[in-house]
């Protein structure tokens, strides 16, 4: 089945060790985001990839890169992780931005310790 | 700014009972409106969108422009039902992508 895939289902990383994430889709389209979602909380929008063009949330922190070597793969790279950083963390892929249905993985359960 | 406020973080109702899901938001211009669900141990998927002016699984949603509203609703709830709901907004800049803190349905039978 055509699909977006994250792994690891569940990371713990140690505080200040830069941890990567990874996404990808077998949905050949053309967005791909990533979104963090706190306990209780909605899920919020980091950036998003428009084919190879990125975009950044205004309020995403700097600790937060991104990277998208390819239409099927995303990373998520969190350079210095905080204990704020704890989340689940969402991609989710579109064939156009914004309008489209957007397709979400299971997530990833961030842990830092 | 909220852009989406779900204001019942818990509903519940019995089975055969009506449901009503709020969603409220706050934006300046045209947007999309959406209703994602989050059955136990599943992703979240797309249930609803209002462009679409379609009954999925027996749910329906409305754009009240005038109060700024996306209600949810269904006259007969089943026990499968129970689930995450969340609503979410997409402004007319494909950068802006809102989503709501979410209610969780539960269906007594």
């Known amino acids: 089945d055509a699909m977006v895939i994250q792994n690891p289902r569940y990371q713990v990383t140690q505080f200040g060790k830069p941890v990567t994430l990874s996404c990808s889709q077998t949905?050949?389209?053309?967005?791909m985001y990533w979104y963090q979602q706190k306990s209780s909380q909605a899920p919020k929008l980091l950036f998003h990839?428009?084919?190879?063009?990125?975009?950044n949330e205004a309020d995403t922190p700097d600790n937060f890169q991104s990277r998208r070597p390819n239409t099927s793969f995303c990373f998520l790279d969190i350079r210095s992780p905080g204990l704020g950083d704890a989340a689940m963390y969402l991609c989710a892929t579109s064939s156009r931005a914004g309008q489209d249905e957007q397709y979400f993985g299971p997530g990833t359960r961030l842990t830092v310790t | 700014a909220q852009r989406v406020t779900q204001p019942e973080k818990l509903l519940s109702v019995f089975k055969g009972a009506p449901v009503e899901l709020k969603c409220n938001y706050s934006?300046?211009?045209?947007?999309?409106l959406f209703w994602y669900v989050q059955y136990s141990r599943q992703r979240l998927q797309l249930l609803l969108r209002?462009?679409s002016r379609e009954s999925i699984k027996g749910f329906t949603a409305d754009l009240n422009k005038g109060e700024t509203s996306f209600h949810l609703k269904k006259p007969f709830a089943q026990e499968e039902d129970s689930a995450m709901y969340y609503c979410a907004l997409s402004g007319s800049s494909r950068n802006q992508f809102y989503f709501g803190t979410g209610t969780s349905l539960t269906v007594i039978p």
């Open positions: 949905l050949n389209h053309n967005v």
């Open positions: 934006y300046s211009g045209s947007p999309e």
């Open positions: 209002h462009i």
């Open positions: 990839y428009y084919d190879k063009d990125f975009n």
